[in-house]
């Protein structure tokens, strides 16, 4: 199966290139993309936008989704549908969340999956607006796994 | 003995320092993934003329080797190549941070490797910094 060029689809907004974090997560994301046939279409439907905040590391992104197409702005850019605000090392946490065979969902017996749920509910991990965008949430999460 | 970093006799004591943490031989017990270069940008102030490299070769929770080489070199030779100028090398393993964090803040970049594999492995990656936090070091400035 050809891969079709998504460096060209993943784009920095002016000043996003200098951002460790949208590197990371641009990096990632295009990098699963090749790997991982079946993540494309998550891709393709992914619409809005989504900013992920390292508290400990002060940096922040946003990664604004227009299906196929994705521009990754430094800081707060926009009205997030969906904010993500944890430690850096919850948010690499996150990429290693493990998925279930069927759907490709998060699996509830995994160990970060469990890790994530207590970071919640203490408040180390928060995420803005997941009731309202549980799609997007999903399509992001099963983007950026490294599973 | 404190040894002056980045340099050759620093490179040695920093194999020893990964192979004497029990904590790194457990987190990258499975890392199959080739050698990794910790790249120090050129800055002629404190005498390095050019980028240099600490060219680690670790396999199985081991260090096999190290060589200490011209940043061309270990971006050409390393799997994973990892980069910053002096200052944020030294800061890292003067104030122990997370490298993770130094990567999130732009400090220090991943310009070569396989991102998803370097993620799998980041227990790892951590121990590979603790262990050259471990090293007596002599900085430049």
């Known amino acids: ?23 990371m997560v ?10 991982r046939p079946d993540k ?5 439907r992914l619409r809005g936008r989504i900013s992920i905040v390292a508290e400990d590391a002060g940096v922040a992104i946003t990664l604004e989704f227009s299906g196929d197409m994705l521009t990754v702005h430094a800081g707060i850019a926009g009205i997030p549908d969906v904010t993500v605000r944890a430690q850096s090392d919850d948010i690499v946490q996150m990429s290693l969340l493990e998925l279930t065979r069927r759907f490709a969902l998060p699996d509830p017996r995994g ?22 965008h549980v799609p997007m949430l999903l399509r992001l999460t099963r983007l950026m796994s490294v599973h | 003995m404190a040894h002056l970093f980045p340099s050759e006799p620093w490179a040695t004591a920093y194999k020893n320092a990964v192979n004497d943490n029990p904590l790194y031989a457990s987190a990258g017990k499975d890392w199959t993934h080739g050698t990794v270069a910790l790249i120090v940008r050129a800055d ?3 005498q390095i003329d050019e980028d240099m490299g600490i ?22 030779e ?12 030294k800061k890292l393993l003067i104030e122990n941070q ?3 964090k130094a990567l999130m803040q732009g400090k220090l970049k991943l310009t070569k490797g396989h991102l998803p594999t370097m993620i799998r492995y980041v227990e790892s990656s951590k121990q590979l910094l603790a262990s050259a936090q471990s090293v007596p070091t002599e900085y430049r400035r």
């Open chain 1, 111 to 132: 160990a970060t999956l469990r890790e994530i749920a207590k970071k919640s509910r203490t408040g180390q991990v928060r995420v803005f607006g997941a009731l309202l």
């Open chain 2, 98 to 100: 997370d490298p993770i």
């Open chain 1, 26 to 35: 641009a990096g990632l994301i295009l990098q699963n993309l090749h790997d």
């Open chain 2, 55 to 76: 060219l680690l070769d670790v396999h199985a929770g081991v260090c096999r080797g190290v060589r200490y080489i011209t940043g061309v070199a270990a971006r050409s």
């Open chain 1, 40 to 44: 494309r279409a998550d891709f393709a």
């Open chain 2, 44 to 46: 002629p102030s404190i």
């Open chain 2, 78 to 89: 390393a799997a994973f190549a990892v980069e910053g100028p002096y200052d944020n090398w």
């Open chain 1, 1 to 23: 199966m050809n891969s079709p060029d998504y460096a060209s689809r993943i784009v920095f907004a002016p000043d996003a290139e200098q951002n460790g974090l949208a590197n």
